[in-house]
């Protein structure tokens, strides 16, 4: 999981201990992860803490997630130091219809070749199912990351949006087809063109 932020613990974490607790509508956790392969070889090496509250299908959250151990120039199973995230979300699900937006703030989380540097950003996504059965259904999102003004790295981004239209015939089993349309600029300004179109097939046992 290097690429999915498994590393820093924001994604999927592996060797971690989880807690939560949930009593009418709120649910608390915290987590640390324990792999031992930094620099230091603290007993912690990333920690988090989140929480949300649900009522009549809305729902707010924020979380943090630290690096404890971390190194300067780390190889790719290892964390950076000075790694945080913060994030805060809303959404809102009422029978056929889901919409969620999240605005982040990241320190020494994002990388570019070899230097990682702090930014924000915002996600957000839209679903429907229609048909009598509920089975077919359509989804948008967009996603926009900017390096804070101070980071002195040229004028670059990450945006894109996605959508994506499928048929779910067995449990979460599905037939889809997805795209996502990049107009990212690289530092130079320049369009990076990462756009990516497909159909798929996802079979779950």
């Known amino acids: ?21 949930s009593n009418s509508g709120f649910t608390l956790g915290a987590q640390a992860q324990t792999r031992n392969i930094s620099k230091n070889s603290e007993s ?7 929480a949300k509250y649900t009522i009549e299908g809305f729902t707010i959250g924020l979380g943090y997630n630290k690096v404890n151990d971390g190194v300067e120039d780390p190889l790719p199973n290892q964390a950076k130091d000075g790694d945080e ?10 029978d056929r219809f889901s919409i969620a937006a ?4 990241l320190k020494q989380h994002q990388r570019l070749g070899d230097t990682f540097y702090d930014a924000s950003g915002i996600e957000f996504y839209t679903g429907y199912k229609f048909s ?10 967009f996603n926009y ?14 945006k894109f949006g996605i959508a994506e239209v499928g048929y779910t015939f067995k449990k979460s089993s599905k ?31």
């Open 1 to 21: 999981n290097i690429a999915d932020g498994g590393i820093s613990g924001t994604g999927r974490a592996n060797e971690v201990f989880i807690l939560k607790y």
């Open 44 to 50: 912690i090496d990333t920690y988090g803490f989140g």
């Open 85 to 94: 995230a913060f994030v805060t979300s809303a959404s809102y699900v009422k």
């Open 102 to 105: 999240s605005y982040s703030v």
């Open 132 to 141: 009598a059965n509920k089975r077919w259904h359509a989804a948008a999102g």
């Open 145 to 158: 990351l900017k390096p804070d003004d101070n980071q002195v790295l040229g004028d670059f981004n990450t």
């Open 175 to 205: 037939v889809f087809a997805a795209a996502k349309i990049d107009t990212s600029e690289d530092p130079g300004g320049n369009n990076r063109s990462q756009s990516l179109y497909g159909i798929g097939v996802k079979l779950d046992f």
